[in-house]
């Protein structure tokens, strides 16, 4: 019987090309764009779920509650490691990682692995099989190397590693590592990812910090007994952090911080691993809000829900021409259930062919979305079972919702009042003129958060910085050996276009490498508790990156003492409370500072944060991770590639490429970046939608009034008044739904802002111009039918039944 019922419905469809068409397009375009959207959203919530122990895992940060507001650290110190396993309950396994991209060789081959430094623990926490070797005995000495199937086929070829000798360039010394162990690749849904592990007492300054209590620089992951709950887990933390870090917690009481919920000045949280790639507290997390990829869903809900009232509209609008094949039917006896099903088998005919489309359609598209979004989907996903059935079951849930209704109402008419050719479904312009809103109001809601993202990101481009951004080129280094960094320095110093060049721990952005951090630093200065951002640096920054010096001098070569002296902002100024800061002394981190200098303040950071304390200091030991050289050229992408061929030239396996100051401060917004491009996506494919299903609304609409048309005309009305005669409900329809969107739209960009230590404000205007453009796009959408209908000849309309 159902084969009969589609049978029909090809055959009512094939007649009704027009609406079927565009049915199906629409449909094809939201299907497309919520499956695209859809994987996205499950790319990002299927992160570590092969890590078998994920429910178990965790990472810890600390809150500090300060005098200005939480401060959050995710870093802990050595001994911290030691201290879990002994003292707090549950605790079976705990790592500290470390490391960077090494320089590794083997023979005459070398390579840049990503070395990650870890405990023994590690290899027994993570779930990453073991290709060759044991995971409790990999790690066991401080010599042993484990090795990623991928990154031992680049050092071996086809001979087995096992055994053999490698070299890792650690602070400028070739240390022997002996490879104990072969890992399977990292999965791509890994937050955790490395190429070789070593033990974590390799680390460049392990002699330095391994009993020291009050430097922070890695971060700490233990895995807990399956008993033990993450609430447990927090409180038995609270003791350890009374207990070592006493003085922390004095210092935070004495600067009048403001205690959490439970009087707790200072805490140490949690993160499971399970939620460790959306957490913005997390080492190994993206940056990506946890917020992203719900709106992903929720932007395919509302693109499909679109695609859903159109179909709706024009089937219970379509229904209107078809009175006498349902009266027909009813007076042969047809129960309403089976009208229902025949109506709804038209509605899962058009829906399974939008479907094929729809698949078709995101095959061409995926390499572009992912391009565009930075993204890497692959139809892969499809190989998990459970992404199919929801793939199915929100198919069918589709059909339900979009033919389910119309089926209804169509089959619950009136059975005299069909045969009469009176066909009224009541209620039905007035759920049309619901869904007509509904779906304006989406795309007018899409189109106001565009324009504020575009706005704000126009803003932060356009903000000064208080540094050089368009001159100055970053240069990531990372673990290169001190000769290469001799090399380039010197071959850029015989550069025309090179003006000057200095060198830091942390970058400024987020460079092409990826990575961004800081270093805060904590002392005490004439009993007042102090926080600053400490960056070591080389001489000339200041000159270079074209910092303001407000009081003192910047570094020098002639002042030996330089080493012991520092330059500091204007708010690390503020904290150390005195009107003439240049000459004093203080004490931080065991060693005794001078201040020489004091910058004007600039925005080291993203202009989400307000500008913090900053203290600059010269250290002939610390590896600077990043060069800056001022270019004074006319042709920036040729001098670009001219630095970035000498680096290349000097460290042919070098990772990361040099970039402009300005790419990286883009970097650091290019998750609004993406949201700016997904709303206007959005917006766009709802309003082409919306569009599509009021363009032939429109058509049965001017059909059914063409004899009030033609009457009006004989008595005289004028084209233009008809126009707008027949144009002006939908114009109310599109008013409507601009001005319901505007307060929710406003709601939510305001709080986004509120993400900004500096942001634009939002303008009336703004929604002013949202609400032009939707009458406009209404109002061109309807007029060419609405002008058909009053240019056709009122004879002919006159003679319409």
């Given at each position: 019987?159902?084969?009969?019922?589609?049978?029909?419905?090809?055959?009512?469809?094939?007649?009704?090309?027009?609406?079927?068409?565009?049915?199906?397009?629409?449909?094809?375009?939201?299907?497309?764009?919520?499956?695209?959207?859809s994987?996205?959203?499950?790319?990002?919530?299927?992160?570590?779920?092969f890590?078998?122990?994920?429910?178990?895992?965790?990472?810890?940060?600390?809150?500090?509650?300060?005098?200005?507001?939480?401060?959050?650290?995710?870093?802990?110190?050595?001994?911290?490691?030691?201290?879990?396993?002994?003292?707090?309950?549950?605790?079976?396994?705990?790592?500290?990682?470390?490391?960077?991209?090494?320089?590794?060789?083997?023979?005459?081959?070398?390579?840049?692995?990503?070395?990650?430094?870890?405990?023994?623990?590690?290899?027994?926490?993570?779930?990453?099989?073991?290709?060759?070797?044991?995971a409790?005995?990999?790690?066991?000495?401080?010599?042993?190397?484990?090795?990623?199937?991928?990154?031992?086929?680049?050092?071996?070829?086809?001979?087995?590693?096992?055994?053999?000798?490698?070299?890792i360039?650690?602070?400028?010394?070739?240390?022997?590592?002996?490879?104990?162990?072969?890992?399977?690749?990292?999965?791509?849904?890994?937050?955790?990812?490395?190429?070789?592990?070593?033990?974590?007492?390799?680390?460049?300054?392990?002699?330095?910090?391994?009993?020291?209590?009050?430097?922070?620089?890695?971060?700490?992951?233990?895995?807990?007994?399956?008993?033990v709950?993450?609430?447990?887990?927090?409180?038995?933390?609270?003791?350890?952090?009374?207990?070592?870090?006493?003085?922390?917690?004095?210092?935070l009481?004495?600067?009048?911080?403001?205690?959490?919920?439970?009087?707790?000045?200072?805490?140490?949280?949690?993160?499971?691993?399970?939620?460790?790639?959306?957490?913005?507290?997390s080492?190994?997390?993206?940056?990506?809000?946890?917020?992203?990829?719900?709106?992903?869903?929720?932007?395919?809900?509302?693109?499909?829900?679109?695609?859903?009232?159109?179909?709706?509209?024009?089937?219970?609008?379509?229904?209107?021409?078809?009175?006498s094949?349902?009266g027909?039917r009813?007076a042969?006896?047809?129960?309403?259930?089976?009208?229902?099903?025949?109506?709804?088998?038209?509605?899962?005919?058009?829906?399974?062919?939008?479907?094929?489309?729809?698949?078709?359609?995101?095959?061409?598209?995926?390499?572009?979305?992912?391009?565009?979004?930075?993204?890497?989907?692959?139809?892969?996903?499809?190989?998990?079972?459970?992404?199919?059935l929801?793939?199915?079951?929100?198919?069918?849930?589709?059909?339900?919702?979009?033919?389910?209704?119309?089926?209804?109402?169509?089959?619950?008419?009136?059975?005299?009042?069909?045969?009469?050719?009176?066909?009224?479904?009541?209620?039905?312009?007035?759920?049309?003129?619901?869904?007509?809103?509904?779906?304006f109001?989406?795309?007018?809601?899409?189109?106001?958060?565009?324009?504020?993202?575009?706005?704000?990101?126009?803003?932060?481009?356009?903000?000064?910085?208080?540094?050089?951004?368009?001159?100055?080129?970053s240069?990531?280094?990372?673990?290169?050996?001190?000769?290469?960094?001799?090399?380039?320095?010197?071959?850029?110093?015989?550069?025309?276009?090179?003006?000057?060049?200095?060198?830091?721990?942390?970058?400024?952005?987020?460079?092409?490498?990826?990575?961004?951090?800081?270093?805060?630093?904590?002392?005490?200065?004439?009993?007042?508790?102090?926080?600053?951002?400490?960056?070591?640096?080389?001489?000339?920054?200041?000159?270079?990156?074209?910092?303001?010096?407000?009081?003192?001098?910047?570094?020098?070569?002639?002042?030996?003492?330089?080493t012991?002296?520092?330059?500091?902002?204007?708010?690390?100024?503020?904290?150390?409370?005195?009107?003439?800061?240049?000459?004093?002394?203080?004490?931080?981190?065991?060693?005794?500072?001078?201040?020489?200098?004091?910058?004007?303040?600039?925005?080291?950071?993203?202009?989400?944060?307000?500008?913090?304390?900053?203290?600059?200091?010269?250290?002939?030991?610390?590896?600077?991770?990043?060069?800056?050289?001022?270019?004074n050229?006319?042709?920036?992408?040729?001098?670009?590639?001219?630095?970035?061929?000498?680096?290349?030239?000097?460290?042919?396996?070098?990772?990361?490429?040099?970039?402009?100051?300005?790419?990286?401060?883009?970097?650091?917004?290019?998750?609004?970046?993406?949201?700016?491009?997904?709303?206007?996506?959005g917006?766009?494919?709802?309003?082409?939608?919306?569009?599509?299903?009021?363009?032939?609304?429109?058509?049965?609409?001017?059909?059914?009034?063409?004899?009030?048309?033609?009457?009006?005309?004989?008595?005289?009305?004028?084209?233009?008044?008809?126009?707008?005669?027949?144009?002006?409900?939908?114009?109310?329809?599109?008013?409507?739904?601009?001005?319901?969107?505007?307060?929710?739209?406003?709601?939510?960009?305001?709080?986004?802002?509120?993400?900004?230590?500096?942001?634009?404000?939002?303008?009336?205007?703004?929604?002013?111009?949202?609400?032009?453009?939707?009458?406009?796009?209404?109002?061109?959408?309807?007029?060419?039918?609405?002008?058909?209908?009053?240019?056709?000849?009122?004879?002919e309309?006159?003679?319409?039944?």
């Open positions: 019987m159902f084969t009969s019922y589609l049978r029909i419905a090809w055959r009512n469809l094939w007649k009704q090309k027009v609406f079927a068409a565009v049915n199906v397009a629409g449909m094809s375009i939201a299907i497309c764009a919520a499956l695209l959207l994987l996205t959203a499950y790319k990002e919530w299927s992160y570590d779920d890590q078998q122990k994920r429910d178990h895992i965790y990472q810890l940060y600390r809150e500090d509650h300060r005098t200005n507001g939480t401060h959050i650290s995710k870093s802990f110190s050595e001994p911290m490691a030691g201290v879990l396993r002994k003292e707090v309950p549950g605790v079976k396994h705990v790592t500290r990682i470390g490391g960077d991209n090494l320089f590794v060789r083997y023979k005459d081959k070398s390579i840049y692995l990503d070395v990650q430094m870890t405990d023994p623990d590690y290899l027994q926490m993570f779930s990453f099989p073991l290709q060759k070797g044991n409790h005995t990999a790690l066991d000495r401080l010599d042993q190397l484990v090795l990623t199937q991928g990154a031992a086929a680049s050092l071996f070829s086809q001979d087995d590693p096992i055994g053999k000798t490698v070299e360039n650690i602070g400028d010394q070739w240390k022997p590592f002996v490879v104990s162990a072969v890992a399977d690749n990292i999965p791509d849904n890994s937050s955790i990812s490395f190429e070789a592990l070593i033990r974590f007492e390799n680390v460049e300054d392990y002699a330095a910090i391994r009993n020291d209590w009050h430097t922070s620089s890695y971060p700490v992951m233990l895995e807990v007994a399956p008993a709950s993450m609430a447990t887990l927090r409180k038995d933390l609270v003791p350890v952090a009374h207990k070592y870090m006493g003085d922390l917690i004095k210092d009481t004495g600067m009048g911080g403001t205690p959490d919920e439970d009087g707790e000045f200072l805490r140490i949280r949690t993160i499971p691993l399970k939620d460790l790639h959306l957490s913005p507290y080492v190994f997390g993206t940056g990506l809000n946890p917020f992203y990829p719900w709106m992903m869903l929720m932007l395919a809900c509302l693109i499909t829900g679109i695609a859903c009232v159109n179909f709706i509209n024009l089937s219970i609008a379509r229904s209107f021409t078809r009175g094949e349902i027909l009813k042969l006896g047809a129960m309403d259930r089976q009208l229902m099903l025949q109506f709804w088998s038209e509605a899962f005919l058009l829906c399974f062919i939008s479907l094929l489309l729809s698949l078709l359609l995101a095959t061409l598209l995926l390499p572009y979305y992912n391009a565009t979004f930075k993204h890497d989907l692959s139809f892969r996903l499809f190989q998990n079972g459970w992404l199919i929801g793939t199915a079951a929100t198919f069918f849930g589709i059909t339900l919702l979009a033919g389910g209704y119309p089926a209804w109402k169509i089959a619950r008419v009136n059975i005299i009042q069909v045969l009469k050719g009176k066909l009224n479904l009541s209620g039905s312009g007035g759920v049309r003129n619901g869904l007509i809103v509904f779906q109001m989406v795309a007018a809601l899409l189109i106001s958060c565009t324009v504020i993202i575009w706005q704000q990101l126009n803003f932060i481009r356009a903000t000064p910085l208080g540094y050089n951004t368009t001159q100055v080129i240069i990531p280094v990372g673990n290169a050996p001190q000769q290469a960094l001799t090399a380039i320095r010197n071959r850029l110093a015989s550069e025309p276009s090179v003006e000057s060049i200095t060198a830091s721990t942390l970058n400024l952005g987020i460079g092409k490498d990826g990575s961004s951090g800081n270093w805060t630093l904590g002392f005490d200065y004439k009993g007042n508790h102090v926080n600053t951002q400490a960056m070591v640096v080389d001489y000339d920054y200041a000159k270079t990156l074209g910092l303001t010096l407000l009081a003192g001098r910047d570094f020098s070569r002639q002042y030996g003492a330089d012991t002296g520092v330059v500091i902002n204007e708010q690390m100024a503020k904290q150390l409370g005195e009107k003439d800061p240049l000459n004093i002394v203080y004490n931080a981190n065991g060693n005794d500072y001078h201040v020489i200098g004091v910058v004007k303040d600039y925005h080291f950071e993203s202009l989400r944060k307000k500008i913090e304390p900053l203290m600059l200091s010269i250290s002939a030991s610390a590896r600077k991770s990043y060069l800056f050289v001022k270019v050229t006319n042709h920036p992408a040729a001098t670009m590639d001219r630095i970035s061929a000498i680096w290349k030239e000097i460290d042919p396996l070098t990772k990361s490429d040099p970039s402009f100051l300005d790419e990286n401060t883009d970097r650091l917004y290019r998750q609004e970046a993406r949201f700016s491009k997904i709303f206007m996506s917006a766009v494919l709802a309003i082409l939608i919306s569009c599509m299903g009021l363009f032939a609304i429109a058509v049965l609409v001017m059909a059914q009034r063409r004899k009030e048309v033609g009457i009006r005309k004989v008595l005289g009305a004028s084209v233009s008044s008809i126009v707008m005669l027949l144009s002006k409900d939908f114009l109310k329809l599109v008013l409507i739904a601009v001005l319901a969107a505007t307060p929710v739209s406003w709601y939510l960009m305001q709080r986004w802002l509120n993400g900004f230590a500096l942001h634009v404000e939002i303008q009336w205007w703004m929604f002013a111009g949202v609400c032009g453009l939707a009458v406009l796009i209404a109002l061109a959408t309807t007029s060419l039918q609405a002008v058909k209908a009053a240019l056709a000849n009122p004879v309309s006159l003679k319409v039944d």
